[in-house]
């Protein structure tokens, strides 16, 4: 098997077919819904938070809202009440079945859950799928976090509506250190391993460093990435602000950290400081202008067209051209 990750792969331009980059689009279906640009940010502390869901939902983004002390069925009914769709995550303990059970009891349908745990190839996580289609038959459930295609076909088959791929690779991510296990350093090609068999959507989840990567997983198989130290250091970010010799930071921290969980236990994350880089909107609007001008790169018009180029490894073993016939 081929390994490479985000920082040694390049992708290879096929002829132009636009005038302008303005004709090719950067959006995406998931769920049923159109949304501008691949790309969601982590379902985490410091990442998102009620009002920057809105905004997104809004603005024509997709969110997924983080689980953490967090009343999911206010945030279901305030979110629909406000015109929005609702995308909340859960994870797989009994509080989290409970907040199925009332939601389904009182109408109230999210359109997406996420289940979102750190070893997602669990039967816990195939009998929450269950749970979740038998009461809330309508709502498209993405499930993860997982790293090998046998998980990936188990959960489609379990019943997921997508998958999200990435042990490991994220930037406040110690999971590799602390168990020697997961994704982080090879997430591109882990990726491309699960895409082989996967039928339905596959989220890229963590290690994306560099707008360019944005297209360098939907190449390789995703059909949107989720983003989260990338996305953490702006104003509305909701990290505690840091201000260090003068200049500004957002903390940003794991799930899996003891900042989130609040005690020193299974502990897979660590806490760093992002530097404030201004309005997230600038960034999703730059992040859009750069995946248009990667799909002209691909002599396309539209986001998957960046599926047919070829591409290089850089250096290493695997080092190559590799051409698609
Ligand atoms: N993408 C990634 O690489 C990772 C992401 N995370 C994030 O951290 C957050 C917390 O995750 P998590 O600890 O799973 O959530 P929870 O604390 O809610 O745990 C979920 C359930 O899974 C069990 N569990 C957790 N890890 C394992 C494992 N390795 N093997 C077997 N059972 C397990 C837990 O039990 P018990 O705690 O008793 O074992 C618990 O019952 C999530 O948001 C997750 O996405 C965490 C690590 C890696
Ligand atoms: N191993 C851990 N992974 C974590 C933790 N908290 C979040 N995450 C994952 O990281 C990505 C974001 O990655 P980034 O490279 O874009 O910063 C996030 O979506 C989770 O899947 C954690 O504590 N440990």
């Not at 997104?56 to 206010?74: K, P, T």
């Not at 809330?136 to 998980?151: D, H, Q, S």
């Amino acid at each position: 098997m081929e390994i490479f990750d985000y920082d040694n792969i390049l992708l290879l331009p096929r002829k132009c077919r636009v005038q302008s980059r303005a004709e090719c689009d950067a959006g995406v279906t998931l769920g049923g819904r159109r949304f501008r640009l691949p790309v969601v940010p982590a379902n985490m502390k410091t990442v998102i938070t009620q009002e920057l869901c809105l905004w997104m939902a809004q603005h024509g983004y997709f969110y997924v809202m983080h689980r953490f002390d967090i009343d999911n069925v206010q945030f279901v009914r305030e979110m629909q009440s406000q015109g929005s769709f609702a995308s909340i995550s859960l994870g797989v303990k009994d509080a989290d079945y409970a907040t199925v059970d009332t939601l389904a009891a009182l109408g109230l349908v999210p359109e997406y859950v996420t289940i979102d745990i750190a070893h997602g190839h669990a039967d816990s996580v195939q009998h929450m799928i269950a749970h979740i289609k038998a009461k809330l038959p309508a709502t498209f459930v993405i499930a993860g976090n997982v790293g090998t295609p046998e998980a990936v076909i188990d959960l489609e088959n379990w019943g997921a509506d997508a998958t999200k791929v990435g042990i490991g690779p994220g930037k406040v991510c110690i999971t590799k250190l602390k168990t020697g296990f997961g994704t982080g350093g090879w997430q591109l090609s882990a990726l491309k391993w699960c895409a082989r068999v996967a039928t339905k959507p596959i989220i890229a989840d963590g290690g994306i460093r560099e707008h360019g990567d944005i297209a360098k997983s939907v190449r390789f198989g995703a059909t949107m990435v989720m983003i989260g130290s990338m996305l953490a250091g702006h104003e509305e970010s909701p990290g505690a602000t840091v201000e260090v010799d003068g200049k500004l930071y957002k903390e940003y921290y794991g799930s899996a950290s003891d900042f989130n969980k609040g005690e020193y236990r299974h502990v897979e994350g660590k806490r760093i400081l992002e530097p404030v880089k201004g309005k997230l909107a600038d960034t999703l609007i730059e992040m859009e202008q750069d995946v248009q001008s990667s799909i002209s790169y691909a002599g396309g018009t539209q986001l998957m067209d960046i599926r047919r180029v070829n591409y290089v490894i850089l250096g290493g073993d695997n080092a190559g051209e590799h051409l698609l016939m």
